[in-house]
């Protein structure tokens, strides 16, 4: 079985999904970092729920001016990023004959407007 793939595309995903995935782990390390106890426990919460539980811990244990930066990049740039990793992880990795990514409503493949907007900007 042969997967329909565009070669171009599988480094530049690969090098995406690496970061993807370490963002998650760098939110977690800062969770990690306000509960004063290292962890290498393995995680399977979506990134969206542990961003807002870093949210939480900041506005609990944090003091100023680190609970403002956290909780701030919480509500803006961290929700951006988990857009955007969702985005990636969920992206399509092949290209139609006719040069076209397959979208939403092709028939191919659904994807939702977030993978568009993240991975063809």
Not at 43 to 54: D, K, R, T
Not at 58 to 72: F, G, I, M, Q
Not at 86 to 114: C, W
Request: hydrophobic share 35%; charged share 25%.
């Amino acid at each position: 079985m042969t997967i329909p793939c565009d070669p171009k595309l599988l480094a530049p995903l690969g090098r995406v999904t690496w970061a993807a995935q370490r963002l998650q782990a760098s939110v977690w390390d800062a969770i990690n970092t306000l509960d004063g106890t290292p962890s290498d426990e393995p995680f399977g919460v979506a990134l969206g729920v542990v961003i807002n539980e870093l949210r939480t811990k900041a506005l609990s244990k944090a003091a100023e001016p680190d609970r403002t930066a956290l909780v701030n990049w919480c509500d803006t740039d961290g929700q951006e990023a988990t857009e955007r990793r969702n985005g990636v992880l969920h992206a399509v990795t092949y290209t139609n004959p006719d040069g076209k990514t397959p979208s939403a409503g092709s028939g191919r493949i659904g994807r939702s407007a977030t993978s568009r907007r993240t991975c063809w900007r």
